[in-house]
């Protein structure tokens, strides 16, 4: 059972900066993607940013410019570098793997999350 750890959220001001990394407790895999969601109080989770194993990546709209995914493939490991914090930023941001399995479909791993709270 693959199991994803997220490290990196906790407390911020506004303007501020936090860098989140989701990693396996075990050995690394292929995948297909990497991503962070999140989801604030009373809302729907939804998606931040997401990376392709090719390095393709795709962002919210809200965060575009100051928020930046990366990857390690070979440590199936995934970081967000979030810059320029805004109250609205505030959430549980989950980490989201979707990996290929033998049998040609696609399985998909979440993280428990991290609290991201940024104050005004």
């Known amino acids: 059972q693959v199991q994803l750890v997220e490290s990196g959220g906790g407390l911020v001001q506004t303007g501020g900066s936090l860098r989140l990394s989701c990693a396996p407790s075990g050995s690394s895999f292929s995948f297909n993607s990497m991503g962070w969601y999140r989801q604030a109080p009373g809302k729907q989770r939804e998606l931040v940013a997401l990376?392709?194993?090719?390095?393709?990546?795709n962002y919210a709209d809200s965060v575009k410019g100051r928020f930046t995914i990366s990857g390690d493939n070979a440590k199936t490991t995934v970081y967000l570098q979030m810059n320029s914090l805004k109250p609205e930023d505030t959430a549980v941001y989950y980490c989201n793997v979707r990996a290929p399995t033998t049998a040609g479909w696609t399985v998909e791993y979440w993280g428990k999350g991290t609290l991201v709270t940024v104050s005004s």
């Open positions: 990376i392709t194993s090719g390095g393709s990546t």
